[in-house]
C-alpha cells in the first residue's frame, strides 16, 4: 500500500501525497475525519482509487506507531 505515497520537495511543499496527484493524504485523512465515505472522496477525485484512500489510512497508522520522546526543558 505505501508504494501509493509520494514525498517530494516539489509536490505540495514536500507533504505526503497519493502518487501522480497532489492530493496531499492529510486532505484524505481529513475528510474520513469528517465522516465523509470512501464513495464521497470517490466523488470528490474520481481519479482516485479505493486502495489510494487505503494507503492514506496505512500511512497514517505507521505514523501513529513512530514512539515520541519529550525533551525536558530547561527552566
Request: include cysteine; charge should be negative.
Amino acid at each position: 500500500m505505501l508504494e501509493r505515497i509520494s514525498i517530494d520537495p516539489e509536490i505540495c511543499h514536500g507533504k505526503a501525497c497519493i502518487k501522480g496527484t497532489r492530493v496531499p493524504v492529510h486532505l484524505i485523512l481529513e475528510m474520513l475525519a469528517a465522516g465523509d465515505s470512501f464513495a464521497d472522496i470517490l466523488e470528490s477525485y474520481p481519479f482516485l482509487t479505493e486502495d489510494d484512500i487505503r494507503a492514506a489510512i496505512a500511512y497514517a497508522s505507521l505514523l501513529a506507531t513512530e514512539e515520541i520522546r519529550t525533551i525536558p526543558t530547561v527552566a
